[in-house]
């Protein structure tokens, strides 16, 4: 099956920003909600953001007011703007879709290989 692509992790430092890039090679994104999950060291997945096709958002908490997810149609690619990093951010961030945000993680499919995101000073 197909996986979306991540990519734009790298080393920050605490506060800093980043942004994250899920593409969709040889399919169309717009027609499917986008979620994005991290993987923490030691810690289970977490679901982190999602946009749905309308373009309504949602987040965990953990990331509320500091992340923003956003779709780009013509560029068939969603983002994660990532501000005011923490160290609990430090995690493998994957993008996956399904048919709509409320469905569960398990639900989400194409999931790619993630990037590392890694919050040090």
């Known amino acids: 099956q197909l996986q979306l692509v991540e990519s734009g992790g790298g080393l920050v430092q605490p506060g800093g920003s980043l942004r994250l890039s899920c593409a969709a090679p040889?399919?169309?994104?717009?027609?499917?909600?986008i979620g994005w999950f991290r993987q923490a060291p030691g810690k289970e997945y977490e679901r982190v953001s999602c946009?749905?096709?309308?373009?309504?958002?949602d987040y965990a908490d953990s990331v509320k007011g500091r992340f923003t997810i956003s779709r780009d149609n013509a560029k068939n690619t969603v983002y994660l703007q990532i501000n005011n990093v923490n160290p609990e951010d430090t995690a493998v961030y994957h993008c996956?879709?399904?048919?709509?945000?409320?469905?569960?993680?398990?639900?989400?499919?194409?999931w790619g290989q993630g990037t590392r995101v890694t919050v040090s000073s």
């Open positions: 040889g399919f169309t994104l717009e027609y499917y909600a």
């Open positions: 946009v749905s096709v309308d373009g309504t958002t």
């Open positions: 996956a879709f399904h048919w709509s945000c409320a469905g569960s993680m398990e639900s989400f499919s194409n």
